[in-house]
């Protein structure tokens, strides 16, 4: 997910994600296709790989909590044996992600997000007399969950924006337009001194916005 979270940002263009979780695999499969090309190159001179590129930032992390039932409630109702009840519970998952300096390994950025989830559970139910000693009861409802995953993926994609930000704000890197940046910034600001305005993620305009390193 946090790839995903890094390919897409910019569309594709502001990082160039590296493989090292199978690095072994990588190496192995580069020694064989040098192996068979000289192997089978005879007498022909052998051309080498391409190097392989070298990483100047680490971006690692995970899920550090998953909070259930933070919030439960409900409310229902009954009338002449006809009515329904509601019924709600939040969840939450907060994700951790932090930038490190291959160079000298000093820890550059450190940002933690949380994403709500909720569920609604909803009961619709007909409880009624229609003969002597005879009963007619009726029930229905449905379920309502946001998936966990799908929150989690959120939640990353916040870490990564964040990440995005923080580092703009600490000189690691700067936008290139300065004043769509500070409109960003300034709102990205807002959200971390207010707990009443919701932050809503800007569109970015990669045509006139970009990364420089």
């Not at 950025?109 to 409880?127: A, H, R």
Request: overall charge negative.
């Amino acid at each position: 997910m946090l790839i995903k979270a890094l390919k897409e940002a910019g569309n594709g263009t502001w990082f160039t994600v590296l493989e090292r979780e199978s690095i072994a695999n990588l190496l192995n499969e580069r020694k064989i296709i040098q192996q068979t090309r000289q192997q089978y190159s005879g007498d022909q001179q052998v051309s080498a790989l391409p190097p392989l590129l070298y990483s100047p930032l680490i971006l690692e992390g995970g899920v550090i909590s998953y909070q259930s039932n933070s919030l439960t409630g409900g409310f229902g109702a009954k009338y002449l044996g006809v009515g329904g009840d509601t019924e709600f519970q939040r969840d939450s998952v907060s994700i951790y992600l932090r930038t490190v300096s291959v160079q000298n390994g000093q820890v550059l950025q450190s940002v933690d997000t949380t994403k709500t989830i909720f569920s609604v559970k909803v009961d619709l139910s007909v409880f009624k007399f229609v003969a002597l000693k005879d009963l007619l009861e009726i029930e229905t409802g449905f379920t309502s969950n946001e998936p966990a995953q799908l929150a989690v993926l959120e939640a990353i994609e916040k870490a990564v924006h964040t990440t995005i930000i923080e580092g703009a704000l600490q000189g690691l890197w700067q936008f290139k337009d300065p004043q769509q940046a500070q409109a960003i910034m300034a709102a990205y600001q807002e959200e971390k001194t207010s707990e009443s305005v919701p932050y809503t993620h800007p569109v970015f305009d990669t045509e006139s916005t970009t990364l420089i390193k």
